[in-house]
């Protein structure tokens, strides 16, 4: 179910990108992302779809929303997990 529902939600987030923002979708300038455990704001999935990231500040572009780091991870890889049996998340929550 979990590989079923970031399908879903990857899909929703290339739509609105398609909707709102299809220079930066066509330009592949923007960032599709979850944060990490305990790096969140909000205490439930949710999936940030930011574009464009060329217009974004550096500490957001590069630091908070940068994925493969510790604090976000990008849709791929997160199903890429599920699909081999993984956490979604290379770490665990530590609370």
């Known amino acids: 179910d979990d590989v079923n529902l970031i399908q879903d939600m990857t899909q929703m987030g290339y739509d609105i990108l398609k909707e709102q923002q ?11 992302c979850f944060h990490i455990p305990p790096f969140y704001s909000v205490a439930h999935l949710h ?7 060329s217009e974004m500040n550096f500490l957001n572009r590069y630091i908070k929303f ?3 780091t510790r604090w976000c991870i990008s849709c791929s890889d997160v199903l890429e997990r599920l699909k081999s049996g993984q956490m979604a998340v290379p770490y665990k929550q530590f609370f």
């Open 22 to 32: 299809p220079q930066a979708l066509a330009n592949e300038d923007y960032i599709l």
């Open 66 to 68: 940068q994925c493969g």
């Open 47 to 53: 999936l940030h779809v930011l574009a464009p990231a």
